[in-house]
C-alpha cells in the first residue's frame, strides 16, 4: 500500500483513540506536535482568519448550485419543529449505478451552509466523487426532525443515481442529525461511511444561544438526544470516522467530540494544531477524510483489528 508523503507541522494527526471495534487507515509517521501555548495561540488566530472567510464566502452558500438536483425553499424559512426543504445540490461528474464510490453528502453545522466545505469539496471532486449538499434551514428546532429530512434526501440521492449506499460527510451539528438518522432512523442501511468534524457526539458544555434555541440544548450533554444514542445499536452497518480536535474550544471536554459506544464500527482520528471552525476546510484534514472514504469495507481487502492507528 502506498502512502501519502508526510506532513509538514504544526498540524498533524496523533494516535486514535481505541475503541472496541477499529477500522484501520493507513499509518504514517507522527510529527512532534507543537507546544500547547504556542498551539492555542496559533489555533486561535486560525479560526479568526477562518471566521472572517466563513462571513465572506456565506452567501454564496445560501442559493442552490448550477447543477443543483433538488428544490430550493422560497422564502424565509417558517419557525416551527420541521425544518424546511434544504438545498440539494449535486456536482455534474458522470456516475453509473456500477460505480465503485458511492456519492458523498456534506452536511453543515450550525447557522453555517455548504460554503462551508469549499476545500473539501475540491479534494473530493478531484478524485471524481459526486457530491451532494444540503442546506438545512438556521431555524430547525429538532435534531429528530432535521435527521428525517435527511433521510428523504439521502433516498432521493440514491434514486437517482442509482447507488444503494451514500457516505456523509457532517461538521459540528450537521454530523450530530446524520449520526441520529443512521442510529435511530435505520439509516445504516443506506450510509456506509460517516465522518464527522467537531460533532458533539457525548453533547457539550458549550451550548451559546441554548436558552434561545432548542437544537442547541439538544446539543448539551444529558440532552434527551444524546441520550437516545447512547442507546443500544445491535447490526449497525455504518463505520463511523470521527475527527476531534485537543484545540476545538466549541467541544467541552475535547473528547466529547468522539464516537464511543460498544455497537458502533468507530476510528477516533486525533488532530492537533486546529480549532473548531478549521476542521473543515484545512487541507490536511480534507486529505484525511478523503482516504477515510476511500477506505474499503471489511471483507474488501481492509484489515480490521483492535488497536490504535495514525494518521498524518
Not at 460505480?99 to 473539501?120: C, K
Request: charged content about 20%; proline content about 10%.
Amino acid at each position: 500500500m502506498k502512502f501519502p508523503p508526510p506532513l509538514s507541522p504544526p498540524t498533524c494527526f496523533t494516535h486514535l483513540t481505541h475503541l472496541s471495534r477499529l477500522t484501520r487507515l493507513p499509518a504514517l509517521p507522527r510529527l512532534p506536535g507543537p507546544r500547547l501555548s504556542s498551539a492555542l495561540l496559533g489555533a486561535t488566530a486560525l479560526e479568526l482568519f477562518v471566521l472572517t472567510g466563513r462571513l465572506i464566502v456565506y452567501p454564496f452558500g445560501l442559493t442552490p448550485e448550477r447543477d443543483g438536483t433538488g428544490p430550493a425553499e422560497a422564502g424565509p424559512p417558517a419557525a416551527t419543529d420541521t425544518p424546511t426543504t434544504p438545498t440539494t445540490a449535486t456536482t455534474a461528474l458522470p456516475v453509473t449505478a456500477s460505480s465503485a464510490t458511492p456519492p458523498v453528502v456534506l452536511l453543515h453545522g450550525f447557522i453555517d451552509n455548504r460554503s462551508a466545505f469549499v476545500v473539501l469539496r475540491r479534494a473530493l471532486t478531484r478524485h471524481g466523487r459526486r457530491l451532494a449538499s444540503l442546506n438545512y434551514s438556521p431555524l430547525t428546532r429538532d435534531v429528530r426532525a432535521a435527521a428525517e429530512l435527511l433521510g428523504r434526501h439521502v433516498e432521493e440521492i440514491c434514486a437517482r443515481t442509482g447507488h444503494d449506499r451514500v457516505d456523509i460527510v457532517g461538521h459540528s451539528l450537521g454530523g450530530l442529525i446524520a449520526r441520529y438518522y443512521v442510529q435511530r432512523l435505520g439509516g445504516d442501511r443506506r450510509v456506509r461511511t460517516l465522518v464527522t468534524l467537531g460533532t458533539p457526539h457525548g453533547g457539550t458544555a458549550v451550548a451559546p444561544g441554548a436558552g434561545v434555541h432548542p437544537i442547541v440544548r439538544q446539543m448539551r450533554g444529558g440532552s434527551s438526544v444524546i441520550e437516545e444514542l447512547r442507546g443500544p445499536a445491535p447490526g449497525c452497518r455504518t463505520r463511523f470516522v470521527s475527527f476531534w480536535s485537543e484545540l476545538d474550544q466549541v467541544m467541552v471536554p475535547v473528547e466529547t467530540a468522539c464516537v464511543d459506544h460498544p455497537d458502533l464500527d468507530a476510528v477516533n482520528v486525533r488532530v492537533t494544531g486546529i480549532g473548531h471552525l478549521a476542521l473543515p476546510v484545512h487541507p490536511t484534514v480534507a486529505a484525511a477524510v478523503r482516504e477515510a472514504l476511500e477506505a474499503p469495507e471489511a471483507g474488501e481487502g481492509d484489515v480490521t483489528a483492535a488497536g490504535a492507528t495514525s494518521v498524518a
